[in-house]
């Protein structure tokens, strides 16, 4: 199903829904983050203004998938609630993948992501992607970096921490500069649902390649 964002009503408030998260979050006076912040709202504001093309993938599930429902469901309790509100709507139209050419045995059926903005789509954009990435209770997600893109998450359901440095909830803003190794796990009880954004040069964004950190 091929069109323009503004004839796919649910995927607008997507993409409007994801601009408020990173126009009234919390830089928690931090100036990389709230550069990084404007930067993200600002290409997604001029991105919108194109009216940019959508080309809605064939829906594809993985085994972690099972746990968005959960996923779903607490975070309507949350401050995001209104973001996880307009997920809900396009779930039956996402295609949940790993990513890499080889996962780890320890990670498969406990994690997957699904792009909702970038170069392939669904939303066409060649200077930002957005994305969203499930994991299961007690998953270990191991190190790893961008080369030269600049990365955040936001929580919108359950608990993690990053490099074993504090503990993140709904709401909370991870902030990875290029080149940053980081290693996520996940609360014991929740699944953990997580809203990205990465932004970087063109050729950054449309040829990253996606590794793990040798052990």
């Given at each position: 199903?091929?069109?323009?964002?503004?004839?796919?009503?649910?995927?607008?408030?997507?993409?409007?829904?994801?601009?408020?998260?990173?126009?009234?979050?919390?830089?928690?006076?931090?100036?990389?983050?709230?550069?990084?912040?404007k930067?993200v709202?600002?290409?997604?504001?001029?991105?919108?203004?194109?009216?940019?093309?959508?080309?809605?993938?064939?829906p594809?599930?993985?085994?972690?998938?099972?746990w968005l429902?959960?996923?779903?469901?607490?975070?309507?309790?949350?401050p995001?609630?209104?973001?996880?509100?307009?997920?809900?709507?396009v779930?039956?139209?996402?295609?949940?993948?790993?990513?890499?050419?080889?996962?780890?045995?320890?990670?498969?059926?406990?994690?997957a992501?699904?792009?909702?903005?970038?170069?392939?789509g669904?939303?066409?954009?060649?200077?930002?992607?957005?994305?969203?990435?499930?994991?299961?209770?007690?998953?270990?997600?191991?190190?790893?970096?961008?080369?030269?893109?600049?990365e955040?998450?936001?929580?919108?359901?359950?608990?993690?921490?990053?490099?074993?440095?504090?503990?993140?909830?709904?709401?909370?803003?991870?902030?990875?500069?290029?080149?940053?190794?980081?290693?996520?796990?996940?609360?014991d009880?929740?699944?953990?649902?997580?809203?990205?954004?990465?932004?970087?040069?063109?050729?950054?964004?449309?040829?990253?390649?996606?590794?793990?950190?040798?052990?």
């Open positions: 199903m091929a069109g323009t964002l503004h004839a796919h009503v649910d995927w607008h408030y997507l993409m409007y829904e994801f601009r408020q998260m990173y126009r009234f979050g919390s830089a928690g006076g931090s100036k990389p983050i709230r550069s990084h912040l930067a709202r600002n290409q997604l504001n001029a991105e919108m203004a194109l009216d940019p093309a959508v080309s809605l993938p064939e594809a599930r993985l085994p972690v998938v099972d429902g959960r996923a779903l469901d607490r975070g309507r309790q949350t995001t609630a209104s973001l996880v509100d307009t997920i809900d709507r779930q039956h139209q996402l295609a949940w993948r790993y990513g890499y050419d080889r996962v780890p045995r320890s990670l498969q059926g406990k994690y992501f699904a792009e909702l903005m970038g170069p392939k669904p939303v066409v954009s060649e200077r930002l992607i957005l994305g969203l990435v499930l994991l299961t209770p007690g998953c270990t997600y191991p190190s790893h970096a961008h080369d030269g893109i600049t955040s998450y936001i929580c919108l359901s359950g608990t993690l921490s990053e490099n074993d440095v504090g503990v993140y909830a709904p709401g909370s803003l991870l902030y990875n500069p290029p080149n940053h190794r980081h290693r996520l796990t996940t609360g009880h929740e699944p953990v649902l997580l809203a990205y954004a990465w932004s970087g040069a063109p050729e950054r964004l449309a040829n990253q390649k996606m590794t793990f950190k040798k052990s």
